[in-house]
């Protein structure tokens, strides 16, 4: 029988940011064990499903994957990683037949050669989905692949038990890292040549380490030499200080974008929601935002249908979005998830046609406010950060972004991953901005000339 030592794995990831930095952990801590990774699953002994269940009725696709890949090659081992973990221990005691060798959960990543040996001498099957109050994975430098962007997870977990979500139950508390830590890490990615940090956490702005809040350590983040661009995903409403607002505004190199979740624009919806904030009070921190930082980008999450929603409520997400103007939004019918206080107080009451039919409505609305928002950067210039040399329609063409989070689509020159660039904004569509690189003298004639118009018309 091979060794753990001989065995190569495969990874296949699902869901959000946390989950491929999670990936992006996992691979260190396999790799220090001696692991051998792959990126071919036919080559692979061991397959990994990182999984994600804060939407999609993942369990049916999970399980299909799972058969899959046993018909595939019979002797894969298969391991289920991530926020399904709980969900498969149940499936894998109620019925051993299931095909799963084992089963880690979000905090147990480091527990997986323990796992694998132990499945390996024993060939029985194994799990730890034990919950932690205190893994932070500080201590693990992450596998990264991309040159340009790292993702750094400054806390994990969440304590807002949002009424429809079930984050709280398969990732546990909230918990932060020391600053100090993470500033280190910036620094050694800046060394490694990355351009921009992201900083990660379910609830990313309720950071805190003993006396520093999130505010403290995006001011040493920012102090880090040589960091060009710094975002953060996701915050809450409820954890916007006016300070971080203000640090935003001062600082170049924190980006002046915000993806700000709304999830409804109906206050009863919101109570039931538990989101702790009311219609008014996200408008007026709308208005605060924009008039401290006019021109940042504000992207969101909505969820239709929640449970006992009306159509008259419905319309109330609908004004706001009309009032606030996203950049962009992702639009959710709502689902419910086990374990969650929705499913357990509240029927999924609302129709599929009549959730289907506001998804339309709003994707509609966001798709006219997009395009209109979109137009109305012809002829600015933007600062580009390139992140790759190449686009989905054309090797002539090369794709990265503006501070405001737009992709913007610039034909190839001699431009290199990681360059920043000014660009000319010369066409919109309702999803990407198409420029062309100013050279510095160029900027200087078209901002002269700009004033010129302007001073004309
Ligand atoms: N149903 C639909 N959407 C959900 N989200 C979280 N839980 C659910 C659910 N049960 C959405 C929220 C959140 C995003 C990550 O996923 O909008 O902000
Ligand atoms: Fe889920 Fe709410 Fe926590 Fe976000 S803040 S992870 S929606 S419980």
């Known amino acids: 029988m091979l060794t753990h030592e001989q065995k190569k794995v495969f990874i296949e990831t699902y869901g959000c940011q946390m989950n491929m930095y999670d990936t992006e952990l996992i691979k260190s801590i396999l790799i220090s064990n001696q692991f051998g990774l792959t990126e071919k699953e036919s080559d692979a002994d061991i397959v990994m499903l990182n999984t994600c269940s804060v939407r999609d009725n993942a369990n049916r696709k999970i399980q299909n994957r799972v058969h899959e890949i046993k018909k595939a090659k019979k002797n894969t081992m298969i391991g289920v990683l991530g926020c399904m973990a709980t969900n498969f221990k149940t499936e894998l005691l109620e019925n051993k037949s299931f095909p799963i060798d084992f089963i880690a959960g979000p905090d147990s990543y480091k527990t997986l050669p323990t796992l694998i040996n132990s499945l390996i001498s024993s060939g029985k099957q194994q799990y730890d989905v034990t919950l932690s109050e205190f ?43 020391e600053p100090k830590n993470i500033v280190e890490e910036v620094k050694r990615l800046v060394k490694d040549g990355y351009k921009q940090v992201t900083l990660l956490g379910q609830n990313v702005n309720s950071y805190r380490y003993e006396q520093y809040d999130f505010t403290d350590l995006m001011k040493m983040v920012s102090d880090v030499e040589g960091i060009e661009r710094i975002r953060y995903t996701s915050p809450h409403p409820k954890d916007y200080p006016v300070k971080l607002l203000h640090l935003m505004k001062e600082r170049d190199n924190i980006c002046n974008q915000i993806h700000m979740p709304l999830q409804a624009g109906n206050d009863r919806v919101l109570h039931k929601m538990n989101r702790t904030y009311d219609k008014q009070e996200f408008l007026d921190l709308v208005t605060q935002i924009k008039s401290i930082i006019p021109n940042i980008g504000i992207s969101t999450d909505i969820i239709v249908g929640f449970p006992t929603e009306t159509e008259e409520e419905f319309l109330d997400t609908y004004d706001v979005m009309e009032q606030v103007q996203f950049d962009s939004a992702f639009i959710f019918k ?51 950060l390139i992140e790759s040399l190449s686009t989905k329609k054309s090797n002539n063409e090369i794709q ?14 001699k431009q290199k991953l990681g360059d920043t660039i000014n660009c000319l904004i010369t066409d919109a569509t309702r999803n990407v901005l198409k420029g062309v690189e100013l050279k510095e003298n160029q900027e200087f004639a078209i901002s002269t000339k700009r004033n010129l118009n302007l001073i004309h018309s």
Not at 351 to 358: L, N, V, Y
Not at 403 to 411: A, L, M, Q, S, Y
């Open 135 to 177: 893994e932070t994975y500080s201590d693990i430098n992450p596998t990264r692949q991309d040159g340009v962007n790292a993702w750094i997870a400054i806390m994990r977990g969440c304590n807002n038990f949002c009424t429809f979500c079930v984050v709280p139950y398969t990732r546990g508390r909230e918990r932060s890292r």
């Open 334 to 384: 709502y689902s419910e998830r086990p374990n969650t206080r929705a499913a357990q107080k509240f029927p999924d009451d609302v129709s599929e046609a009549d959730k289907k039919s506001r998804v339309i409505r709003l994707n509609d609305l966001q798709n006219n406010i997009s395009l209109k928002k979109n137009h109305n950067l012809i002829h600015t210039t933007q600062k580009v």
């Open 400 to 413: 990265g972004r503006a501070e405001c989070n737009r992709i913007v689509i610039i034909p190839k020159e």
